[in-house]
């Protein structure tokens, strides 16, 4: 121990050596490779820390996506989420988070003409995405189509070249809409729909889901804006379980189309992005008013959970469910009101004065309306979260991109408490079994 510990650091005691050490605090953290040198012997591992679900850890440092869970903020590359999906679009915002800054009109110009060329994917998706049972659900047909991408760019490997990620990280933000309206189609029995590159984004992802045999299909714009605006919301969201997912996987400097396959798989699940689906299948079982005051007892028996409700950052509100919430009302005036609105709205009522939520902090979360904005643009819940993991492409790939850059980032490699047998002495089936 140092005479003097320097004001930036903590002074801890092992009480079972009486030793003193001084550890640096940094950014409000203490390097946990620090707490290493705290050993009882010089020939036992030093301290580590335990933190399953990585509640308390740092595990990197990143420029990407600013949350203040308390305060309800969020904000990519220090623009507030507010201004966003109120004045930009979604392409506008991957090119925030892709590249750091808003683009000039020329760059802005370029990447748009860059992601609307590369929408189309290669000839024979078609034939594997055939191959799928017609009951298929589409976030597999999605995380299985990312992963198929890496065997037609092998390219995609020398991920340490500047313009070859580029051009990856273009390919699969242009791709992603063309996966997820096939997939959706797939499951309709419909032909898939080629991009129209005469379209935006948002619109062109439309036209491929629901394109018959007009000459052309122009979404009502208030629509485009709608689901323009939901992609923006989800864009990023720091270090979630599917970002986690995709550094995760990326630390392992594989290609970034598997690193983003493993994020799909991340989202694909009820407690993170699959809770949107989980929320109509909620609201649709309790079918009435009447019915919410027993489910709430149910949920607050344990028996189950109020879907769209809680989080572990956000801690007074969700920045995107309030303008979710706003969104609601611009889709509804075109498609008429989903009549599981009233439900929704019941139940967070009465789950905002209710004590168990109110204890916990539990408020509605980005899942708890953006379900019923999809079912009003007739999307059937499976794709629910398709429509996430377009959105969240760019900010997969933002953070990919700042992991491979980042010299402190090493191979994911967690420690265990191991609480397993040690040094049985094994004997033969054939001994064991007569
Ligand atoms: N309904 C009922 N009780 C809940 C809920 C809920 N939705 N969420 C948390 N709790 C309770 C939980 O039982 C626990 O109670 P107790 O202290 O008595 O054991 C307490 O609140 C803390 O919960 P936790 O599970 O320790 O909190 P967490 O930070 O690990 O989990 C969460 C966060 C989002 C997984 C959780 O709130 C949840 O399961 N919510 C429902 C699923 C959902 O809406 N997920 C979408 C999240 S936002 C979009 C995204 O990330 O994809």
Redesign the pocket.
Known sequence: MTDVAAKDSLTVTDNRTGQQYDIAINDNTIAATDLGQIRLTDDEPGLATYDP?FVNTASCRSAVTFIDGDKGILEYRGYPIEQLAEKSNFLEVAYLLVHGALPSKEEYDAWVHEITYHTFVHENVKGFMHGFRYDAHPMGMLMASVGALSTFYPDARNISDADNRHMQIVRMIAKMPTLGAWSFRHAQGKPFVYPDNDLGYTANFLSMLFKMSEQKFEADPRLVKALDVLFILHAD?EQ?CSTNAVRSVGSSQVDPYSAVAAGVGALYG????G?NEAVLRMLKRIGSKENIPAFIEG?KDGNE????????VYKNFDPRATIIKKACDDVFEVTGVNPLLEIAKELEKIALEDEYFVK?K?YP???FYSGLIYEAFQFPPEMFTVLFAIGRTPGWLAQWAELVQDKDQKIARPKQIYTGDRELTFTAASERWK
């Open positions: 679900g969201h979630n009820p407690l993170h992005g809770a949920v959970r109020l879907m769209g409700f809680g989080h572990r916990r539990l979360n980005v899942d």
